[in-house]
Nanobody, 126 residues
Framework: QVQLAESGGGSVQTGGSVRLSCAAS????????LGWFRQVPGKEEREFVA?????????DYGDWVKGRFTVSRDTAKNAVYLQINSLKPEDTAKYYC??????????????????WGQGTQVTVSS
């Protein structure tokens, strides 16, 4: 029902910025929340970064996010974005775009998302 494809990752120096994109397709996308999660090597957990409701643009961020991350969407382009500024080496991770399994719900729990993209790697060098 929902297909997601991330892009925009790469190698960045400390202090730099990156904008990740997630192309979303599927009839039910407009009724879902799309989230960004990240996973570091060796950890099973996918850490919540940010989420946005497609229909009204409501956003939420992980408690650890301190203003360096901004999630947005472009409904005309069927895309969600994650802007990351002032990158730190600890931001190195694979970033995933995901869609909530339940329409019209707003969740920050990765287990509530069942549509996932393939991920895009962000590597921050010091």
């Amino acid at each position: 029902q929902v297909q997601l494809a991330e892009s925009g990752g790469g190698s960045v120096q400390t202090g730099g910025s990156v904008r990740l994109s997630c192309a979303a397709s599927g009839r039910t996308v407009p009724s879902r929340t799309l989230g960004w999660f990240r996973q570091v090597p060796g950890k099973e957990e996918r850490e919540f970064v940010a989420a946005i409701k497609w229909d009204n643009g409501t956003t939420d961020y992980g408690d650890w996010v301190k203003g360096r991350f901004t999630v947005s969407r472009d409904t005309a382009k069927n895309a969600v974005y994650l802007q990351i500024n002032s990158l730190k080496p600890e931001d190195t991770a694979k970033y995933y775009c995901a869609a909530d399994a339940v329409r019209y719900r707003f969740s920050t729990n990765s287990y509530d998302y069942n549509y996932w993209g393939q991920g895009t790697q962000v590597t921050v060098s010091s």
